[in-house]
Nanobody, 115 residues
Framework: QVQLVESGGGLVQAGGSLRLSCAASKSIFSISTTGWYRQAPGKQRELVAAITRGGSTNYADSVKGRFTISRDNAKNTVYLQMNSLKPEDTAVYFC?????????WGQGTQVTVSS
């Protein structure tokens, strides 16, 4: 069982920055991939960025060059640095951890970007 707690969401003006954190309850070495997803009202949940245990990353085209995913193994935490935010980035952001046997989701954190 892995528990995930997201934090760092909030209200920011367009062009601003936020850093989201996803803290895991156990060593993230047991987690093969950690991803950030987002879901806007009336839309499906979509992958924003993901990072593997080996450090490989991938990003949605809509956030490439603006968002950066990283991990701190000592703190069992994965981060999402979001720069140059746009109103269309407004959504609830969720952290997901994948192990060999299960997937786990955090409770989500709201990000609101005002124009």
């Amino acid at each position: 069982q892995v528990q995930l707690v997201e934090s760092g969401g909030g209200l920011v003006q367009a062009g601003g920055s936020l850093r989201l954190s996803c803290a895991a309850s156990k060593s993230i070495f047991s987690i093969s991939t950690t991803g950030w997803y987002r879901q806007a009202p009336g839309k499906q949940r979509e992958l924003v960025a993901a990072i593997t245990r080996g450090g490989s990353t991938n990003y949605a085209d809509s956030v490439k060059g603006r968002f950066t995913i990283s991990r701190d193994n000592a703190k069992n935490t994965v981060y999402l640095q979001m720069n140059s935010l746009k109103p269309e980035d407004t959504a609830v952001y969720f952290c997901k951890a994948e192990t060999a046997v299960a997937h786990y989701w955090g409770q989500g954190t709201q990000v609101t970007v005002s124009s």
